[in-house]
């Protein structure tokens, strides 16, 4: 019988593994287009060993290019790019992940493996998956409570 320690959710088992990587020197025109393209809203800067060096929303490409009358075709991420990347391990459970983001007041955040990007995860993300995983869980809870016989 599945204990109740194996009910934990973690990060990694609700990451969502289909991200945007770019290298920093990526125009914003090109990361617009293969945001358009991939239909996301957001990507993520990396070394070329996978790991988080930023991240620009679609709100940076409003606030700090359209807004501000800049040429995507001459500005860069790295130029953009929010540095502090907020992230979890993928062992971190969802109620790390959860408070979290309440904490930071994010819709989004990285989860890393090894220092490396593994996916992401977002607030849809939780809510989607929390409501199996509380199905799960009820259905252990009455399992246990189950007469032996």
Do not use: C
Request: hydrophobic letters at 45%; zero cysteines; a negative charge.
């Amino acid at each position: 019988m599945q204990g109740v320690s194996e009910m934990v959710l973690y990060a990694k088992d609700i990451v969502d593994r289909d991200f945007i990587a770019l290298p920093r020197s990526t125009t914003v025109f090109e990361a617009a287009k293969i945001m358009k393209e991939k239909r996301h809203g957001f990507v993520v800067i990396t070394t070329e060993d996978g790991r988080p060096e930023g991240i620009v929303t679609e709100w940076d490409l409003v606030s700090k290019i359209i807004a501000e009358e800049k040429n995507p075709n001459e500005v860069r991420l790295e130029d953009i790019m929010t540095k502090e990347v907020i992230s979890v391990k993928a062992n971190d459970g969802i109620d790390y992940v959860a408070k979290v983001m309440t904490d930071k007041m994010i819709r989004r955040l990285l989860v890393l493996e090894n220092d490396k990007v593994l996916g992401f995860i977002t607030s849809r993300t939780i809510v989607k998956n929390l409501n199996e995983y509380v199905d799960r869980v009820s259905a252990q809870i009455a399992r246990l409570q189950a007469p032996p016989f």
